[in-house]
């Protein structure tokens, strides 16, 4: 899953939320000089990508995008997906998205010492472009995976996704609502094993 999933996988406990978010630049176990919360945060990180990574449906999404993308396709349909969940956001949540992204930020303006440097890096740009809450809108999307691209040198071709997006819209949202109803209840048990 990608950022606004795994925040929302969260359940609104701030440190876990941190260690949730940061997770991706957290090699092995280096994070031994964080508050034990917040290794709980990177902990969960884990355990949902491990069950995202083998769940039917992910795997399904993932495999209409592979001859175009090869190992880069499950990347795009972590993208995909929370794009679903933006755009259906209050489906899942009272909250509006705005303010539950405006209220992630302040939380980690208020972390900073804590955040690694690939996060402290991404974050202003982050926050300037409103990633999280444009991902509700397939311009939103079609950003990111361009700016995925680049990082990849050009060599993950992930821009053009935003064509395959397009082409399978109906069945990747219905993929993301059936596989994210059993994430939010795998998460929840393992959120209240911390």
């Not at 090869?70 to 998205?97: C, G, M, Q, T």
């Not at 809108?137 to 395959?164: F, H, P, Q, Y």
């Not at 209840?185 to 209240?192: A, D, V």
Request: net charge neutral; proline share 3%; no cysteine.
């Amino acid at each position: 899953m990608n950022f606004l999933a795994h925040i929302y996988l969260s359940f609104g406990d701030s440190d876990i939320t941190l260690g949730n978010f940061i997770a991706d630049s957290i090699r092995g176990n280096k994070y031994k000089h964080l508050p034990p919360r917040v290794i709980k945060g990177i902990k969960l990180h884990r355990q949902i990508d491990t069950f995202t990574d083998a769940h039917s449906l992910h795997k399904k999404s993932s495999k209409r995008l592979h001859a175009n993308y090869s190992h880069y396709s499950r990347v795009i349909v972590d993208i995909y997906y929370d794009h679903f969940l933006a755009k259906n956001w209050e489906r899942y949540s009272n909250i509006p998205l705005d303010i539950f992204v405006d209220d992630f930020y302040d939380l980690l303006a208020d972390n900073y010492s804590l955040l690694p440097d690939p996060v402290k890096r991404m974050m202003p740009y982050m926050i300037a472009d409103n990633w999280i809450v444009n991902y509700a809108n397939k311009e939103g999307i079609a950003k990111v995976l361009s700016g995925m691209n680049r990082r990849t040198k050009n060599k993950s071709k992930m821009n053009l996704a935003i064509t395959d997006l397009e082409a399978y819209y109906e069945e990747f949202e219905t993929e993301f609502t059936l596989f994210f109803e059993e994430l939010i209840i795998f998460s929840k048990e393992k959120f209240k094993a911390l």
